[in-house]
């Protein structure tokens, strides 16, 4: 008997890179064996443990066989990239796909100079061993984190600046390797503020973006944007521009989706689970292709394939608005009409407009979802990052200094009276 094909993942056009791009994307954050941390450094693929190496090559081909055939890693992922480069060409010499059925996209920090940049880019294409196993070339090539006004500055130049001139710029690099045929298509993968990364997609300079945009919200951005309260105004961009939009980290960043609160997961049921709400309400968004799976073994793609062939019917779509209306209801319950509908974000400072850097629209948007949706133990965690950033915060300059403050942008007050004054505003302000 003929075995059976299993269901392939849908695909979506990803924009002007015309790469017809799988709807779930395999991501090497969660799955190397080191972050080259406390000295536990691996420089080649024989300091990686086999049995590490061994997962992750069953999790690529895992990853295969769902017709997911997107690999996204980075520079910034330990290890990542040398196991990466290793699985692939592994698979590769098997003869199992060929070098233009995968998509391989890895990312390297934006440097002040060519220079440092271009350096940079070679450790990448080394540790991937790009020119003597994949064929030569990435397909996409992102400036990883381009999170404050002073890294778009780095990638594009600013025509007359002595301080970034367009011919010092990270993208002459860019210029010359998609000149020679290494790179195909390049574009930026951010945490920032709205304003930051429309004004990077303003450039147009690049192919596609790398973002957070969840139901919860947006993340580091949540609250920044006029018209959506987060990255949908950014996305309104990209899609203008015909950009691919690549949204990252849908279940952490997301709400904490593998661990959901009672009740948002209440909420959800019985039409889906939170992490399946999640992915079929992104993909329903026409301007969205693709939401990575950090996948640490096989089975981390079942969830999201589960509910993959739902992606584009009725039936996805009724269940996405049932529990989009669930939702909403809660939402309007908790805060009333005004702030469920937008209110909440409407007038707010961001943390670029303070000289604390206090990212209050955030703040907000934590108390939103948790009144909302429960999501105390996300809010919790998310907050903890602010009272991080504000170690790096330059106290006398504010947020006018830009390249050395913290790389988040933003802090938030470093009193406890004060914080605790903020949240009792928040409270009060409905």
Not at 2 to 13: D, E, L, M, N
Not at 83 to 94: T, V
Not at 346 to 366: A, F, Q, R, S, T
Not at 371 to 389: Q, V
Request: aromatic share 10%; glycine share 8%.
């Amino acid at each position: 008997m003929a075995s059976i094909t299993p269901f392939q993942c849908p695909k979506k056009r990803f924009g002007k890179t015309e790469i017809m791009m799988p709807v779930l994307t395999c991501g090497g954050m969660r799955i190397q064996q080191s972050w080259n941390r406390r000295g536990n450094k691996i420089s080649r693929i024989e300091d990686v443990d086999p049995e590490c190496q061994a997962n992750l090559v069953a999790t690529l081909r895992a990853s295969l066989k769902h017709g997911i055939n997107h690999f996204e890693t980075a520079q910034g992922y330990g290890s990542s990239e040398i196991q990466f480069g290793e699985a692939l060409n592994e698979i590769l010499k098997s003869g199992e796909i060929k070098r233009e059925d995968i998509i391989l996209q890895t990312k390297v920090s934006p440097k002040k100079t060519a220079k440092a940049f271009r350096e940079a880019l070679e450790v990448s294409f080394d540790r991937l061993k790009v020119d003597k196993n994949l064929g030569g070339y990435v397909d996409l090539l992102s400036f990883h984190g381009v999170n404050r006004h002073h890294q778009v500055d780095w990638v594009c130049g600013v025509e007359g600046s002595n301080q970034f001139p367009i011919d010092n710029c990270c993208m002459r690099v860019i210029d010359e390797y998609k000149a020679a045929g290494k790179i195909r298509h390049v574009g930026f993968s951010t945490h920032a503020m709205t304003s930051v990364i429309i004004r990077a997609i303003k450039t147009e300079l690049f192919s596609y973006v790398n973002l957070h945009y969840h139901y919860v919200g947006s993340y580091t951005a949540s609250g920044c944007g006029e018209l959506s309260g987060g990255n949908g105004d950014a996305i309104a961009e990209a899609a203008a521009l015909d950009m691919g939009v690549f949204i990252i980290s849908g279940n952490d960043k997301g709400g904490k989706l593998y661990r959901p609160s009672a009740k948002i997961a209440r909420l959800c049921a019985p039409e889906l689970d939170p992490i399946k709400f999640n992915f079929l309400w992104l993909m329903e968004q026409p301007s969205v292709h693709t939401m990575v799976i950090g996948a640490a073994r096989p089975t981390d793609f079942d969830d999201a394939m589960a509910v993959a062939p739902l992606v584009g019917t009725e039936e996805g779509r009724a269940k996405v608005a049932a529990v989009d209306a669930k939702l909403k209801a809660a939402a309007v319950e908790a805060h009333g009409e005004t702030w469920a509908n937008g209110g909440w974000f409407k007038g707010v400072p961001d943390c670029y407009e303070n000289d604390h850097g206090i990212h209050m629209c955030n703040i907000i948007w934590l108390h939103f979802i948790t009144k909302a949706w429960g999501l105390l133990e996300f809010s919790i965690d998310r907050y903890g990052t602010f009272d991080s950033n504000a170690r790096n915060w330059n106290w006398t300059a504010g947020a006018s200094f830009t390249e050395n403050a913290s790389d988040w942008g933003y802090s938030t007050y470093h009193d406890e009276l004060m914080t605790c004054l903020l949240i009792f505003f928040v409270s009060l302000i409905q």
